[in-house]
């Protein structure tokens, strides 16, 4: 044998380590194990994740799938090492996409990129991810962990996800929006997971750093305040669309903000008239728009604003669908109605946001 095949580089030297990984797999199984329901009950570790439709209940079922990011909030975890919720954020950007189509989430799989793998930081992302999945009623069946040093930084990581959900035919939405139909509004948790390229920069312009108290909430620091998780609204949707047959469509309020999404569930000649008086807005949105300039039209293409989920109801059951709301456990607010619209934009407005 010669001197140069001796001293042969391994994957471990090239700066990926196969035991570290096996070791994350190993650990975080139990938090897998306890995401599973009717139709998943495989353990990770196979080639494909397994999910059984007829075990679920499903007779002629039309699949739905959804894929997402979190997108520069997970910058902030990176930076201070707060972990433990940035999981709940990907699987709420992908399963809230899915039940706006009227479909239940089934299952899900994420994909964890990073520079060098650090079990620790690896284990804390999947619980998340697996809270997520609970908060959900979707099982965890599979996903990857990228090491990639040529890639990434050591210490920096993204997400993605992936989740399938089923809904039986002739039931999914929208369905036959219509003039003089009525929108009720569901309260976010704040930020949500997008437009934090915008947070970043009015962060720097403030001067403030992570760990300073938020001048929003003073009871967590900066970043705590800012990371509060996406809210997750299958379950309080997948209740209101079995109570009631009044629901004509959802929208998932995202990237692109009311005047980007609202307009993905209406029909040809059908518009929308929001009263931004009726929008409670979180203090995080006044802040944000105060230390950043931000003027209110950019505030509502960007941001949430207080409103993270749209239901577009038919008017003679609004009342039975915010009832149904409510006992599902949500607040529901009515923020505006459907127009007819002919020329302009499709979301009109009246009133202003309280920020």
């Known amino acids: 044998m010669t001197e140069k095949q ?28 306890a995401t599973r329901r009717p139709g998943a009950d495989a353990e990770i570790g196979g080639f494909g994740g397994l999910f059984d439709l007829k075990a679920a209940g499903f007779k002629d079922p039309i699949l739905v799938a959804a894929n997402d990011g979190v997108g520069t909030k997970v910058k902030i975890a990176i930076d201070t090492g707060l972990h433990d919720t940035i999981g709940i954020d990907l699987v709420a950007m992908c399963v809230n996409d899915i039940v706006v189509q009227g479909a239940e989430p089934l299952f899900f799989l994420d994909y964890f990129a990073t520079g060098k793998l650090s079990p620790e930081v690896a284990v804390k992302v999947v619980k998340s991810i697996a809270e997520g999945c609970l908060q959900s009623g979707c099982a965890l069946i599979g996903g990857e962990t990228a090491e990639m040093p040529v890639l990434y930084a050591k210490g920096d990581y993204d997400l993605a996800g992936f989740a399938v959900g089923a809904a039986e035919r002739g039931t999914l939405l929208p369905k036959a929006v219509g003039v003089g139909d009525v929108l009720i509004g569901l309260p976010s948790s704040g930020v949500h997971s997008n437009g934090f390229s915008l947070v970043h920069r009015i962060v720097d312009l403030s001067g403030l750093a992570w760990t300073d108290p938020a001048p929003f909430a003073k009871d967590n620091s900066l970043a705590e305040a800012l990371l509060t998780p996406t809210r997750i609204y299958v ?22 903000g009311f005047p980007d999404n609202i307009p993905r569930v209406l029909p040809e000649g059908v518009g929308v008239r929001l009263d931004l008086n009726a929008i409670p807005v979180p203090p995080v949105f006044g802040w944000l728009a105060k230390t950043g300039g931000v003027v209110e039209a950019e505030m509502l293409r960007t941001f949430n604003c207080g409103i993270g989920m749209i239901v577009v109801a038919s008017p003679d059951q609004a009342e039975a669908v915010t009832a149904a709301l409510r006992d599902a456990g949500e607040n529901p607010i009515r923020i505006g109605e459907t127009i007819v619209h002919d020329e302009g934009e499709p979301v009109k407005t009246s009133g202003h946001l309280a920020l």
């Open 235 to 256: 379950k309080s949707l997948l209740a209101t669309l079995k109570a009631t047959d009044g629901i004509k469509a959802l929208c998932h309020i995202t990237g692109g």
């Open 6 to 33: 001796q001293n042969g580089l391994t994957y471990a030297q090239a700066g990926v380590d196969i035991d570290a990984g096996n070791a994350m797999v190993d650990q975080i199984k139990p938090l897998v194990r």
